[in-house]
């Protein structure tokens, strides 16, 4: 494939696309499918071919526009978006297509939820079929990589990307370029390129979202992180629990193999490359690295001591670049419009956008890719649109099991990698939880607890042992039935966890705990004091007292 | 020695083994492929059962006790059969935030089964998920592969019973077929 070819490719694929003077973009992404979206795609198709408008008129399945509460989604080729949409008003909307948009289902854009996003990674969400390489390309899909493998050195590659100040989006935050060129300067006969698409946390489906609507961005940007690092061989490690995510990436790679875009000699060049998919199993601590290489080698997910880190001796003892679903995603933008461009938007230390998924108790649950350095407020009510009927904003949790809450002080604090840190918090992979006061926040916490104590892999003590008792305190706390001593021995353990855990599971099963414990230490004293449940969610139970 | 090695043949002549054959084979039959290959068991028979523990374990030559540990160590295998009809009650953080362990609670009294089992007669398996990633639909429940969204109490007791109300012990169903059908 030369970069002629590839325009090529794309151009024809315009052409086509210019044939059809309307259309239709159903959301076939999961969110949407569960509310029946692709009845409403075959009742479409069926209308255009009855009413012969096949020339000119076209449905097509696209991925995720974000508001996922509101779906089926459905948008025009002119702008107009509809939500709500039943198989029953596909020739409503056909009708409409002349005249005046469908009043009743009309879905303003004009709103902060559309108006305040940036969309890098996301761009093609909602716009592109994901089952079809040519309109990725029609999209400038994969022209990185051909500008990558036909003009830049590898060392070029890196230092793009470690000048776009790009930081893990897995949670932890490891500047990107930094890691790149670890594994690039480390040696070994064979180097291997993981994507971490195994995303646990609950609340959190970003990765699954960009999986199912524009895979072959994850695979450009593998491609690219690969010819930098010097690998030949690549693993996407994916949920066995998103099957729709796994059929979008087994296309696109049959897809990009057809087209000489994966496989040996890469557009005549001598870099090849080539990817599998491994399917998790379901077990949260793979999400850690040293866990998901053993998993990837058919072995218990268990994490062993960093150093040697993956990037020296991972996969098979050979150096390793594992990097997150999104961090991948957005590797082809910054070679595409430079390192400079990316570092220009974003917060001093955290740059770029940065996906989350909002869900909870707010107005507007979806998908929303925002600059970093925006607001949890916002984030909350703004494009959230605020707090449902008539509540009241109590915390927001972010970082799913590892993260803590952040109460209604936090409100004004830029999102980023440090400030949410300081606060207690961590950015994680992305998942937005708001909570209003009909949450109880040690409730919470003991759920948090007990998702821990399940996941905890078992070959560290104090994480397999310490959450089991911190899930106890928390329960007696819930049942009415702890005393003073037991919160100083939770806050220990709290302490113990942190310090002595193998992994970042243990280190960080603490954080929800912790960050309750300083926002609403009066909800824990009700509990124990005045053996009370301030929102109503425990009741004294049966639980022995410890 | 491993030049000596030759694959054990499948246990049975189930023609379901030979997609776990390919599978092996795919991968070499080499020791990491275990979890793809019980993946493809799963698929094919629904569970992992001993014979079949066994079989894998011998044809990627790795000990039993390592492969029983992969497949109880991670929550997607089973080793037990599933029921007629699977309900999964999300539980990620979304949907507890919106009332899952109400949706979980009501269930459970109803069907008398905790998370993980099969109630009487092989007819319904309650599960729970981590996270469906159907945040925006929290809360949200998975019926027989169908991912359904912001379920109620109500709701999900109705589709139960749908499930449940024919419900008669195995040994005397036979004769009552056109009744379910009907239904």
């Known amino acids: 494939m030369t970069p002629e070819e590839l325009e090529q490719i794309a151009e024809i694929e315009r052409e086509a696309q210019q044939r059809f003077s309307q259309r239709l973009n159903v959301c076939v992404a999961a969110g949407c499918l569960s509310c029946q979206s692709q009845l409403v795609k075959d009742r479409l198709d069926a209308e255009i071919t009855s009413r012969g408008w096949g020339d000119h008129c076209q449905a097509k399945g696209v991925g995720c526009m974000g508001l996922c509460a509101e779906g089926p989604l459905v948008s025009t080729g002119s702008g107009v978006m509809y939500k709500h949409v039943a198989s029953s008003d596909a020739g409503r909307l056909l009708d409409s297509l002349e005249g005046q948009p469908v009043a009743r289902l009309v879905c303003p854009t004009d709103v902060p939820f559309f108006q305040r996003q940036k969309k890098i990674v996301l761009e093609n969400s909602g716009a592109i079929d994901p089952e ?21 050195t590898p060392a070029q590659v890196i230092d793009q990307v470690t000048k776009s100040g790009l930081r893990g989006r897995g949670g932890a935050g490891y500047p990107t370029g930094l890691k790149w060129s670890t594994v690039a300067k480390a040696v070994g006969t064979q180097k291997y390129v993981i994507c971490n698409a195994d995303e646990g946390d609950p609340g959190a489906f970003m990765d699954r979202s960009v999986l ?16 930098a690092v010097g690998a030949s061989e690549g693993f996407i490690y994916v949920r066995a629990e998103y099957p729709l995510a796994i059929k979008r990436l087994r296309i696109a790679v049959r897809q990009a193999e057809r087209l000489g875009l994966l496989g040996t000699s890469i557009c005549g060049t001598r870099f090849s490359f080539r990817i599998d998919l491994r399917l998790g199993a379901g077990a949260f601590v793979c999400g850690e690295e040293t866990a998901l290489i053993a998993s990837v080698e058919g072995k218990r997910g268990t994490p062993r001591p960093r150093p040697p880190y993956p990037a020296m001796e991972g996969l098979l003892g050979q150096p390793t670049l594992i990097n997150n679903v999104e961090t991948y995603a957005n590797v082809a933008p910054i070679i595409r ?34 600059p970093m350095g925006i607001t949890l407020r916002e984030m909350v009510f703004e494009i959230g649109g605020g707090v449902p009927e008539g509540r009241t904003f109590k915390a927001v949790q ?13 409100l004004d604090m830029p999102v980023d990698y440090e400030s949410l840190a300081r606060a207690g918090s961590i950015m994680g992979s992305g998942g937005m939880i708001v909570m209003d006061e009909s949450s109880c926040m040690v409730d919470v916490a003991k759920f948090f607890m007990d998702f821990c104590m399940t996941e905890s892999c078992g070959k560290c003590i104090p994480c397999r042992v310490g959450t089991y008792q911190m899930h106890r305190i928390l329960s007696a706390i819930t049942n009415m039935t702890a005393s003073e001593q037991d919160l100083a021995m939770l806050q220990e353990l709290c302490d113990l966890l942190k310090h002595t855990s193998l992994c970042g599971l243990g280190q960080s099963a603490p954080n929800p705990v912790v960050s309750t414990l300083k926002s609403f230490a009066e909800e824990y004293r009700a509990h124990i004091a005045d053996h009370k449940c301030p929102a109503g969610v425990c009741k004294p139970g049966n639980g022995a007292a410890l | 020695m491993s030049a000596y090695f030759t694959k054990p043949v499948p246990p049975t002549s189930d023609k379901r083994w030979k997609l776990v054959d390919a599978t092996m084979r795919r991968v070499g039959l080499q020791s990491r492929g275990l979890i793809e290959t019980l993946h493809t068991v799963q698929e094919a028979f629904g569970y992992l059962d001993e014979q079949a523990l066994r079989y894998v374990a011998v044809s990627l030559r790795v000990p039993l006790s390592r492969a029983y540990g992969v497949a109880t160590f991670y929550h997607f295998f089973t080793l037990k059969p599933a029921g007629e009809h699977t309900c999964v009650i999300c539980m990620g953080t979304a949907c507890y935030i919106k009332g899952a362990q109400q949706l979980l609670d009501a269930v459970q009294h109803d069907l008398g089964v905790a998370p993980g089992e099969t109630s009487a007669g092989g007819k319904v398996s309650l599960l729970t998920a981590r996270c469906l990633g159907s945040c925006g639909l929290a809360p949200a429940v998975v019926y027989d592969q169908e991912v359904a969204g912001k379920v109620s109490v109500p709701s999900i007791r109705e589709r139960l019973s749908q499930w449940t109300q024919h419900f008669t012990p195995r040994e005397s169903a036979a004769p009552q077929e056109p009744a379910v059908a009907r239904s």
């Open chain 1, 337 to 370: 419009n430079g390192g400079d461009w990316y570092a220009g938007i974003g917060t001093e230390k955290s740059k770029g956008t940065k996906v989350f998924a909002l869900a909870g108790r707010v107005q507007n649950t979806g998908l929303v890719e925002v």
């Open chain 1, 212 to 227: 199912e609507s524009d895979p072959h961005r994850v695979l450009e940007g593998m491609l690219i992180a690969a010819y």
């Open chain 1, 398 to 410: 972010t970082g799913g099991p590892s993260g803590g809450c952040l109460p209604s002080e936090c």
């Open chain 1, 132 to 152: 079809r390489i040519e309109e990725y390309i029609a999209a400038e899909g994969y022209r990185a990589l051909v500008q990558v493998l036909t003009e830049m």
